[in-house]
């Protein structure tokens, strides 16, 4: 083996992504009109929907943005941006990079570790997409405020040199190193072996291996669908940490204002309606992401494809869907039980004035008699 040709990269492209859930939903119909009527229409450029890749019930707008030059490890290397726009109020961007001809497997973890820890690339990312929710405002439904962007890295190689097939390449490669990105560090075989065991092939010819950070697509052609599909289910990991942190914020004051349960008056009356209107919001969100788990467990049957399911389904276990999907379950349970509880005393403590209100109107009306009998 030592004798054996090294690694070359002959054909290939980094894919970088950020998701970013920026509203409650995008009027796709909308949406596409808006960017149509872009003024500068050499800048902006609709291109071909997800559907002839994969099958997706609302397949989202795909839109070439501005691309950019930027200068990683000391090298110039272009960038070219593409965003898709999904029904769900999410926006993702997706950074190309080619790389560079004869790269060998060590300079390629040497870039992967530079694309892992460049700030440029959070950069161009943030200013696209703002570039694109600009002209998406009047589609938009109920902005959000949050800020935290979902990442990932693919790494799709088309062609190659020194090993025969993908099988053999992952024999030859260090494939863990490059799917953490680590440069510096020899790591253990358990770690490669746990790397390892999420590969998948459809054909001799094609490899994907999966894993929670990054993925590597090996295919002698640009393995758009599988990409596609990684792409769409970290869109949906996006969403569902999105309601996990809601739910934290939700719960977090609702902590703070039980403190103030026993305070009089004013502030009463004012936890009162918050309680109210909490209980409100909790069934509408628990409706809302009632009908997101349905979408996500429906894409397995919208992704037209019993390969792509498989990957589908194996980015969502790296992805953990099932303990977000836990923990928002969870909170949301919590906070159900703790508004029904505040609200049924709300609604006791209405209740005893109103006995006391209807005592009182009695009384009023048993004043004249009694005043009568007296004379």
Not at 8 to 17: A, D, H, P, W
Not at 257 to 264: A, D
Not at 317 to 339: A, C, N, P, Y
Request: charged share 25%.
């Amino acid at each position: 083996m030592e004798n054996s040709p090294p690694i070359l990269i002959r054909k290939g492209s980094i894919l970088v992504y950020r998701a970013y859930d920026v509203s409650e939903e995008i009027n796709l119909s909308s949406a596409e009109k808006l960017l149509l009527s872009y003024g500068e229409a050499g800048r902006l450029r609709l291109v071909t929907d997800l559907r002839k890749a994969i099958i997706i019930k609302e397949a989202p707008i795909v839109v070439e943005l501005p691309g950019e030059k930027l200068e990683l490890g000391g090298r110039p290397i272009e960038t070219a941006v593409t965003a898709k726009v999904w029904d769900y109020g999410v926006i993702s961007i997706t950074l190309k990079f080619q790389i560079p001809p004869a790269t060998d497997w060590k300079g390629l973890v040497d870039l992967a570790w530079l694309m892992e820890n460049s700030p440029q690339l959070d950069k161009l990312a943030q200013d696209r997409k703002q570039l694109l929710l600009t002209q998406l405002l009047p589609a938009a439904k109920n902005l959000y405020s949050w800020t935290v962007a979902e990442d990932y890295i693919t790494y799709c190689i088309e062609g190659y040199e020194g090993a025969a097939s993908p099988r053999e390449l992952l024999n030859k490669a260090d494939i863990a190193a490059l799917i953490l990105a680590e440069n510096k560090d020899k790591l253990s075989e358990q770690s490669r072996e746990l790397i390892l065991k999420h590969a998948l092939q459809y054909s001799a010819s094609d490899i994907a291996v999966i894993d929670w950070n990054s993925a590597l697509l090996i295919d002698n052609e640009m393995p758009r669908d599988i990409a596609d599909t990684i792409e769409f289910c970290l869109t949906h990991l996006l969403v569902m940490r999105h309601y996990d942190e809601m739910l934290d914020r939700k719960l977090s004051a609702l902590y703070d204002s039980m403190e103030n349960r026993g305070k009089q008056g004013f502030l009463r009356r004012l936890l009162d309606d918050f309680y109210s209107r909490m209980e409100e919001e909790t069934a509408q969100k628990y409706i809302e992401f009632s009908e997101f788990l349905t979408r996500v467990e429906n894409s397995l049957k919208t992704v037209g494809d019993s390969y792509l399911a498989t990957i589908f389904r194996m980015a969502g276990h790296e992805f953990r869907f099932k303990d977000w999907q836990g923990s928002v379950d969870r909170k949301m349970s919590t906070l159900e039980r703790i508004t029904q509880i505040l609200q049924g005393e709300i609604n006791s403590r209405r209740s005893h004035w109103l006995e006391i209100i209807v005592i009182g109107l009695i009384a009023l009306e048993l004043i004249p008699l009694l005043d009568h009998f007296t004379k």
